[in-house]
């Protein structure tokens, strides 16, 4: 049924920094054409509104306000959204994965590490820094259990 869904519209994946007030860090577009990154900040609605800035722009609907900057910037219209916060991303992923990330793209003047020059698309640095501690896949499930993880039908 999952599969089914996504012919017609994808799943977004969204990474929520809960020290930002749900700031949208990372997003990506899964569906049966594919997987795409999503970026925050390039993502906006008619009036200019980023889903990095969806919580201050939005409090009231901020899912509902996502689906309309896919909509509006993409031509794409998610049945869901699967929110992860930081918690469930350093439990997955390896406590460092943050910093592995801006590591990777020279975020803020990171310089970048013993793989990486500092230089990566974020879609990159995320990819990477994923894989550099390997997936924990059985924390998935106790990360939902938990609220570290959730989804959102919109």
Request: aromatic residues 10%; hydrophobic residues 40%; glycine residues 10%.
């Amino acid at each position: 049924m999952f599969l089914l869904a996504t012919i017609n519209s994808p799943v977004l994946i969204i990474a929520e920094d809960t020290d930002e007030y749900g700031g949208i860090d990372m997003a990506a577009e899964f569906s049966i054409k594919g997987f795409s990154w999503v970026y925050p900040g390039s993502s906006h609605n008619e009036y200019g509104q980023t889903m990095h800035n969806v919580h201050s722009d939005s409090p009231d609907d901020p899912y509902g306000a996502i689906k309309h900057i896919m909509e509006y910037t993409y031509n794409e219209s998610p049945f869901l959204i699967i929110s992860v916060n930081n918690a469930a991303a350093q439990t997955i992923f390896g406590g460092s994965i943050i910093s592995d990330i801006r590591a990777n793209d020279g975020y803020f003047g990171y310089t970048g590490n013993a793989n990486v020059q500092g230089s990566m698309a974020r879609g990159d640095a995320v990819g990477v820094a994923m894989l550099e501690d390997g997936i924990n896949v059985p924390m998935i499930p106790i990360q939902i259990l938990l609220g570290n993880i959730r989804f959102i039908p919109v």
